[in-house]
């Protein structure tokens, strides 16, 4: 058996940068923790806002923290096009050349010119982890899932170091295609030719 990978999928969010965020919800407002992510230091936060594309808007979209360097919008693909978007797949962070949106608040809007992106599915590991897997940060992979509806998924990142902690992250359009849930597991295989 090959290595096994809680799945944590990932419904549509927004990181915000401190500017943004003061505009959204007031100057040197902080975030109220709702519970911490699998991934060290980060949160789901209470707040939520709208997002506003030219198609349409969605509401109650959540912010995770704490803040970043720059506003970033994560959807799955099916929200995107619900929003009249064509985001890329992008790896977190990846943001030249993106579009952007309306972000609106409670205390203000803000009007993003980049930042929306579909995630490049991942995979968090330490560097113990992922010594245990025997991978490499970088390294693309793929998971294979069990179920009635498993399968498997390729060109997976890996994404190991200090800051990471044993997680999948997938979109819930690809988790909702295998039928999974956030009680699932996933396994690493490695390709061949990089082994």
Not at 16 to 38: E, V
Not at 41 to 67: D, M
Not at 159 to 178: M, Q
């Amino acid at each position: 058996m090959g290595y096994k990978v809680p799945v944590g999928l990932c419904n549509k969010h927004l990181h915000l940068c401190q500017a943004d965020q003061d505009i959204l919800f007031g100057k040197d407002y902080q975030m109220t923790p709702m519970k911490p992510l699998s991934q060290p230091g980060q949160f789901a936060a209470e707040e939520k806002v709208e997002l506003v594309g030219p198609k349409g808007s969605l509401k109650g979209i959540r912010v995770l923290g704490p803040c970043r360097p720059e506003t970033q919008v994560e959807l799955a693909m099916t929200d995107a096009r619900a929003l009249g978007i064509q985001a890329p797949i992008r790896e977190s962070g990846s943001l030249e050349g993106t579009p952007g949106l309306k972000i609106i608040g409670p205390k203000g809007e803000v009007e993003i010119d980049h930042g929306v992106i579909i995630a490049w599915r991942h995979v968090h590991l330490t560097d113990e982890q992922a010594k245990e897997a025997g991978v490499v940060d970088r390294q693309i992979v793929s998971l294979k899932f069990e179920g009635f509806r498993g399968g498997t998924l390729d060109n997976v990142l890996v994404r190991a170091g200090v800051k990471n902690y044993l997680d999948i992250h997938i979109d819930t359009d690809e988790g909702n295609a295998l039928g999974l849930s956030n009680s699932d597991f996933g396994e690493i295989i490695i390709h061949e030719e990089d082994k």
